[in-house]
């Protein structure tokens, strides 16, 4: 979890939910803490600032939220897969490379794009065997012309 990603359990605990699920991938070592969410709720209530901050971290973890469904809502896999390696692409390649490799894991890319890790494996493989994207030692490469093709295929 870092600065651009969700809460654990708020929206369960303003909702008033028995249970929550939660997947959390971690970069460093992590110590997690339980609170009783009857407690924390009661505690949350009782302090203004608390309250409010809670309340704008849940509705930034919406509002972000309803951005990518918005997006995705009319994609399937592999479009959404296509428009994830477009924007990588544009987000990591400089004027003078002519093609990156891609770093993402699998399970990051399907987090990002609210599909399985077997919908992303088997979009990625799809797009290798048609040609829009390239592999070199077992790294996906995108190029300037595999970007264009991925572009074409999504504004298809």
Same mark, same amino acid.
């Given at each position: 979890m870092d600065n651009s990603n969700g809460n654990v359990g708020l929206l369960e605990v303003f909702s008033r939910q028995d249970r929550y699920v939660a997947t959390i991938i971690? /970069?460093? !070592?992590?110590? @997690?803490?339980r609170i009783s969410s009857v407690v924390f709720y009661n505690y949350v209530m009782q302090d203004m600032a608390l309250l409010r901050r809670c309340l704008s971290l849940v509705a930034q973890d919406l509002y972000r939220s309803s951005g990518k469904d918005g997006l995705y809502y009319y994609m399937d896999?592999?479009?959404?897969?296509?428009?994830?390696?477009?924007d990588y692409y544009t987000s990591h390649q400089?004027?003078?490379?002519? /093609?990156? !490799?891609?770093? @993402?894991?699998?399970?990051?890319?399907?987090a990002k794009l609210g599909i399985s890790v077997r919908t992303v494996g088997r979009s990625?493989?799809?797009l290798r065997e048609s040609g829009e994207i390239s592999t070199s030692h077992r790294k996906t490469i995108?190029?300037?012309q595999a970007y264009e093709r991925l572009l074409s295929k999504i504004l298809a």
């Amino acid at each position: 979890m870092d600065n651009s990603n969700g809460n654990v359990g708020l929206l369960e605990v303003f909702s008033r939910q028995d249970r929550y699920v939660a997947t959390i991938i971690c /970069a460093t !070592e992590v110590i @997690a803490v339980r609170i009783s969410s009857v407690v924390f709720y009661n505690y949350v209530m009782q302090d203004m600032a608390l309250l409010r901050r809670c309340l704008s971290l849940v509705a930034q973890d919406l509002y972000r939220s309803s951005g990518k469904d918005g997006l995705y809502y009319y994609m399937d896999g592999i479009d959404r897969v296509r428009s994830y390696l477009v924007d990588y692409y544009t987000s990591h390649q400089t004027g003078t490379e002519q /093609a990156i !490799e891609l770093q @993402a894991e699998y399970q990051e890319i399907a987090a990002k794009l609210g599909i399985s890790v077997r919908t992303v494996g088997r979009s990625l493989q799809y797009l290798r065997e048609s040609g829009e994207i390239s592999t070199s030692h077992r790294k996906t490469i995108i190029t300037k012309q595999a970007y264009e093709r991925l572009l074409s295929k999504i504004l298809a």
